[in-house]
């Protein structure tokens, strides 16, 4: 394992917050160990084994009427691991390993086109997540992408996004992405200092970004997205509004823009672990929060809207991210590969974690899921309202209508919580937050979950 210092922050003293903090979730002053980034609900630690029997149930089902399809594909190979990383990747696997893995995945995808819930269906997004998806030779690629189209024609497909790592993106695999469809290129650049790339783990340097997002943009991708994180070791005032100004100069389509976290499957915490620390050598919570919204001040200025709470988009009428929004409004999102989750017919699931078991799985005609929850009808409210107001605003009718309740009736409790904290905006028709709420939106969501789910891990 790569070792490396645990620095102390070269950083003035941290900024006061003034965004408001749910009390049923505080979030600490410092950056201590845990996930913050919330990604579905109930939280992962709550989904078990024995309740795999949902989403079997679920497959034997025909679909809910006007419910999109999305497919996401984890991809789990990477040149190396970032020391921040939580996802699960393998940097040790050989060209027979890598065909093995995705005729895995082929075969999960053909094993769903045939259940009752899948069968027919063609898929509105599709997103193919990591690890490295560009880690893939353009070969690799074509196998791979044939076979899906083969199962589930693409043609329906609004957006295709693929995430890329800059060094992976030469021009041969550039075109290539582009011959096969790809309409939102995602780039991992993280950062556009070389030595906080270094020290933070990462495969490429900056030379490689403006590289692989120059030759990009000449190939007319419709939507090249920048990926950038707060906080990373050793970040500074003057390197994060660096960063910011030298993205913006590219003139992306759309930035997003995570606030670092310390999961406890990363190096960092490892190190951290080995000196009895708890506390995350990386900015605390209200310094991240600031360099956040300094960020999008700065995109606002050049005519960017923020769009979600990581996200800021030059033309929101035409850049979407169908993938997210599908995520969060229960559509059904088939997702195939190593540890990926997804959500079917208000079942979400998750795949096994190891290589090896994966693979010998789908190599028995067996799927390769290891644990479920089916929700409820009222935990798929909570579920899509928390989700969708990380997106900043979400409209009272549209979930009354849904659900057959208005929203402010059914949360009543949570919305006077956050509407005390100062955390909603005046704003007829919708449940809005403030800008300030929305930078602590993975927090203040907790306030509509179930008291029995405000407590579990997310990885």
Known sequence: MTTFALPQLASSPPTPSTAPEAPSKPLGA???????????????????TGRVRDLHAALAQEPVAGTDLGVYLHIP????RCHFCYFRVYTDKNSREIRSYLDAALAELETYARTRLIAGRKPKFIYFGGGTPSYLSPDQLRYLTDGMKRILPWDQAEEIAFEGEPGTLNE?????????????????????????????????????????????????????????????????DALWDDTVARTLALGPDSVTIYQMEIPYNTTIYQQMKASGSLVAPVADWATKRRWVQRAFSTFESAGYTVTAATTVTKNPSTTKFLYRQGLFDGSDLLSVGVSSFGHLRGVNYQNDHHFDPYIQSLQAGQLPVYRAYGLSDSERYIREIALQLKNGSVSIEA??????????????????KLEAMGALVDDPGRITFTREALMNADRLIYEFFLPEHREGRYA
Request: some cysteine; overall charge positive; charged content about 25%.
């Open 399 to 416: 979930f009354t209508k849904k659900f057959g309740v208005d929203p402010r009736v059914r949360f009543a409790e949570a919305l006077g």
């Open 77 to 80: 190979f990477c040149r190396k």
């Open 30 to 48: 410092q950056t201590e160990v845990g996930n913050y980034f919330v990604a579905n609900y109930p939280p992962f630690g709550h989904w078990t």
């Open 172 to 236: 041969t695999k550039l075109r290539t992405l582009r011959e096969l469809g790809v309409t939102r290129l995602s780039l991992g650049i993280e950062h556009l200092d070389d030595r906080i790339l270094e020290i933070n783990g990462r495969a490429h340097r900056s030379k490689e970004v403006f590289r692989a997002f120059e030759t990009a943009r000449a190939m007319g991708f419709a939507q090249i997205n920048v990926d950038l994180i707060a906080g990373m070791l050793e970040e500074t």
